[in-house]
């Protein structure tokens, strides 16, 4: 990659054998090696609390490696310069003795990346530790989520990280805003004064994100079924392309300006009461269905399951943002799992032209939508309307899409994985793709209006079968506001 050169670091990650880590965080760095974006004395540190004999894990990421990456990437002279960066220890993250034998494959003159892909109740006892053997002094701490469960518990978590790390050394993964496209919505947001000029409620009639998955629970259960799919999906990944979609003009590009503006997104979403969530919030769990022609159990009988379970696998809502620039403005937001498509997508839907002079027949084609594929097949495509050709058509209008399909356009590039950037940034010691804490609080704060109030009404729960678009109520959520799901089939 021209142009970048990274200094020699430690990476250190906890839970070196757990799902993440195998399927996505080697893979990762895996990639950022075979772009020749490590250094030469990088050292990449695998913990974990399995005991037994290190060659036999290094194997198990080795095998990883093998499994996660095409055929096409894997070359020998890669795979080996990474596995001699590789070392794996066993230690007891809870436990200081380990410790003191990480401090020894540290180098104290490099920077130290700590990776927590670990459950948040120990992040806390990991940045003590770090503290203790001296190594916090170099470290920057890499933190997935959840988390937390709410506002409450990541405050405790947040505070625990706190007390050893200042907030400039603390990177709050949310592996969304590492996504190509998302990064693309503030390049095409603020370098095109084409859209930027008409990204308000004069120009916008209604926003809609939604992020649909095909997977179930993925042997997940014990996580998921606590967690719920508001949040593990909204509270964070859908609420940052919110704030993304919505955010005013950064005054640069630092970390924290593009944060604040985001924050104030966060703060301005209009407070849920139980007569909106009533309204508005739409739960849902599968039932057993087809997805891509294959038959799969519903929720309630995935492996390991509890068969009385009332935890949400779907949610779809109305969020409104109380400001100047969308007021009137609403943003239907919807995810689940086992729909129909993976599928994660940004409509925008732009208001009709406020004088019509065409066949009154064609009134109701005319809208014009932005669309912004963020996965599979990324790109963006803009609706607009124009004439249909010849003689016989008179002034019949049609609408046609201005189409920017980022693999065919850009044929060479690969498109990096999340993870990869996300590493990439952190090694670099950039803030940008990360999460600051008060917007996981104000984005807590929200969600918990929505959680309490579940609670207090005893939110029904709508089924829908797998491989569907979702519960009948989902459909009325829009259809209520006159408007419709933009390409349901
Ligand atoms: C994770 C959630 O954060 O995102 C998973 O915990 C979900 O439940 C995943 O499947 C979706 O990510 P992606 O990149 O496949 O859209």
């Excluded at 930027?196 to 809609?208: G, K, L």
């Excluded at 950064?250 to 301005?268: F, G, H, Q, W, Y």
């Excluded at 508005?280 to 022609?293: K, P, S």
Aim: aromatic share 10%.
């Amino acid at each position: 990659m021209p142009g970048i050169t990274l200094e020699a670091i430690t990476f250190s990650l906890f839970g070196a054998l757990g799902d993440l880590a195998l399927r996505k965080l080697f893979p990762a760095l895996y990639q950022l090696d075979r772009a020749g974006l490590l250094h030469a004395d990088t050292r990449i540190l695998a913990l974990s609390r399995e005991p037994g004999e290190p060659s036999l894990h290094k194997a198990r990421i080795e095998q990883a490696l093998h499994n996660r990456i095409p055929a096409g990437e894997l070359d020998e002279r890669t795979l080996q310069r990474f596995a001699a960066r590789l070392e794996y220890l066993t230690m007891d993250f809870r436990q200081g003795e380990g410790y003191a034998a990480l401090a020894e494959c540290v180098p104290a003159e490099l920077p130290l990346i700590a990776y927590f892909a670990t459950p948040a109740s120990v992040y806390g006892d990991i940045c003590r530790f770090l503290a203790a053997t001296g190594l916090a002094e170099q470290a920057r701490v890499v933190l997935e989520k959840p988390i937390g469960h709410d506002l409450e518990s990541s405050r405790v978590i947040n505070d625990a990280v706190a007390q050893y790390f200042p907030e400039n050394r603390i990177y709050r993964i949310d592996h969304y805003l590492g996504k190509e496209t998302v990064q693309n919505l503030i390049a095409l947001r603020f370098a095109n004064s084409l859209f930027e000029t008409q990204w308000d409620q004069h120009h916008i009639s209604h926003v809609e994100i939604t992020v649909a998955e095909t997977v179930g629970i993925e042997g997940r259960w014990g996580y998921f079924d606590q967690a719920g799919q508001l949040r593990d999906m909204v509270q964070n990944h859908l609420l940052q392309l919110l704030c993304l979609i919505a955010m005013d003009p950064p005054s640069n590009l630092t970390a924290d300006s593009i944060r604040d503006e985001k924050v104030k997104v966060l703060k301005a979403l209009a407070p849920l009461t139980p007569e909106s969530i009533h309204q508005r919030v739409v739960r849902g769990q599968y039932a057993a269905g087809n997805v891509a022609g294959k038959a799969v159990p519903g929720y309630l009988e995935e492996e390991n399951s509890n068969t009385e379970s009332s935890t949400e696998t779907f949610v779809a809502l109305r969020a409104d943002i109380c400001n100047w620039r969308w007021s009137g403005v609403p943003f239907y937001l919807r995810t689940g799992k086992r729909m129909a498509q993976k599928l994660s997508q940004i409509v925008i839907h732009f208001k009709e032209p406020p004088f019509y002079i065409f066949a009154p027949e064609q009134r109701s084609l005319i809208s014009n939508r932005l669309i912004i594929r963020l996965q599979p097949d990324e790109g963006i495509s803009l609706q607009v309307m124009t004439k249909e050709q010849g003689l016989d058509k008179g002034m019949h209008l049609r609408s046609g899409p201005l189409q920017l399909n980022f693999s065919e356009t850009y044929k060479s590039a690969r498109i990096p994985d999340a993870y990869e950037r996300l590493l990439l940034e952190v090694m670099q010691g950039n803030q940008n793709l990360f999460v600051r804490r008060d917007e996981i609080e104000y984005a807590w704060q929200w969600c918990d209006q929505l959680i309490d109030g579940w609670t207090r009404l005893g939110a029904e729960l709508k089924l829908y079968p797998a491989g569907s678009w979702g519960p009948v109520a989902s459909i009325a959520l829009i259809t209520r506001d006159g408007r419709s799901w933009y390409g349901d089939l």
